[in-house]
């Protein structure tokens, strides 16, 4: 039921045919010539369904096109355009594991995405049944794949210029980056109060709160307990201070709109930078609901991705959250990663350079 209402189906045109059989027809063994003729066919109708959304592929440049690949490697990639290899895996009707999608290890890394395709030769159709950003342990949840049209935002996400963070340190800064204060406006001074002067400077009154009440916790901690919570990595409303807060060399933020099916609920997407080194960078990642908004919505992931698509690391919020960040990590000149936000059927992927 889920799948079916992901799914789209392609028709299986004659070229298509005829171009499995020749590159089947060139491997040695039956069982590589029916995997290289169902991979063909999965690539096709990616290729023809891309071709319909008006976005540029390159078959011939992809691996799955290259006989030489083809003759040692189970590889079912399209190039997109500009972009890199989208990899189209074929499921036969009515497979026996209709859960689990195993991907044979040449294709885990060097992908910008995946897209599953059940191929009904008998029918002449192939199925679209959804798309998938990353390969988690090398296989496809299909029960997870995300309907196409996340497929098509991705792609859009990828031609989108990357943020240089080398910029930041030079006071350059994409108009969507801003300043703490200028997301969280902070409320008129009133009358001064011992009270007032114990409060934390310049943080909106919510955010104070959320301070004053971890202050509060934290000093009722253990020591295993504080340890414990350290370890923990993640930030969720009862963590350090210093976790809020953390002290770096540069801090911005970013508004990020979850989108009309949600109300265009909005939440705030907080990065701390740290240069290290002239070749190594320091970065928090943290997310926050904005002025106004008590909590995060639950189930709201964020995930820190390699440039290869691989997650690396990833939080999600639970109910009543008042924020959450990635673990601490470190980025090296020269190296891209990509932050990703996702709730439901929303997704969004942003690149950054160093």
């Known amino acids: 039921m889920i799948l079916q209402q992901k799914s789209l189906e392609i028709p299986i045109t004659r070229r298509a045919s005829a171009t499995a059989e020749q590159f089947a027809s060139q491997q040695p063994h039956a069982r590589q010539q029916e995997q290289v003729r169902l991979n063909t066919l999965a690539v096709w109708a990616v290729h023809d369904y891309l071709e319909l959304m008006d976005i540029e592929t390159e078959p011939e440049n992809s691996d799955s096109w290259n006989p030489v690949v083809r003759l040692c490697e189970d590889v079912a990639d399209l190039m997109i355009k500009g972009l890199g290899k989208l990899e189209c895996r074929p499921l036969l009707p009515n497979s026996a594991n209709r859960s689990i999608y195993p991907l044979p290890p040449e294709v885990w890394e060097d992908r910008i995405g995946y897209v599953a395709v059940e191929i009904d030769r008998s029918r002449k159709k192939a199925t679209l049944l959804g798309f998938s950003p990353t390969a988690r342990n090398g296989e496809l949840l299909l029960e997870e794949l995300q ?198 059927d929303f997704s969004l992927t942003e690149t950054f350079s160093f």
């Open 147 to 344: 309907p196409l049209t996340n497929l098509l935002k991705h792609l859009e996400s990828l031609t989108q210029p990357q943020v240089a963070l080398s910029q930041w340190f030079n006071n350059i800064f994409p108009p969507a980056w801003q300043e703490i204060e200028t997301i969280f406006p902070l409320e008129p001074e009133s009358t001064t109060s011992p009270e007032s002067e114990q409060r934390s400077p310049n943080l909106p009154g919510w955010l104070e709160q959320i301070v004053d009440t971890s202050r509060q916790i934290w000093s009722d901690l253990s020591g295993s307990e504080r340890m414990e919570l350290q370890s923990a990595g993640a930030f969720r409303s009862l963590t350090r201070v210093d976790n809020l807060l953390p002290e770096c060399e540069l801090m911005r933020a970013k508004l990020i709109d979850l989108g009309v099916q949600l109300g265009s609920q909005t939440v705030v997407l907080l990065l701390a930078l740290t240069q290290e080194s002239e070749q190594k960078l320091r970065l928090i990642v943290q997310m926050y609901p904005v002025a106004g908004e008590d909590y995060l919505p639950a189930n709201l992931k964020l995930a820190l991705l390699a440039e290869s698509g691989e997650t690396l690391q990833e939080v999600v919020a639970r109910n009543q959250d008042r924020g959450m960040q990635l673990k601490p990590f470190k980025v090296l000149r020269d190296t891209n990663f990509q932050l990703q936000i996702t709730l439901g």
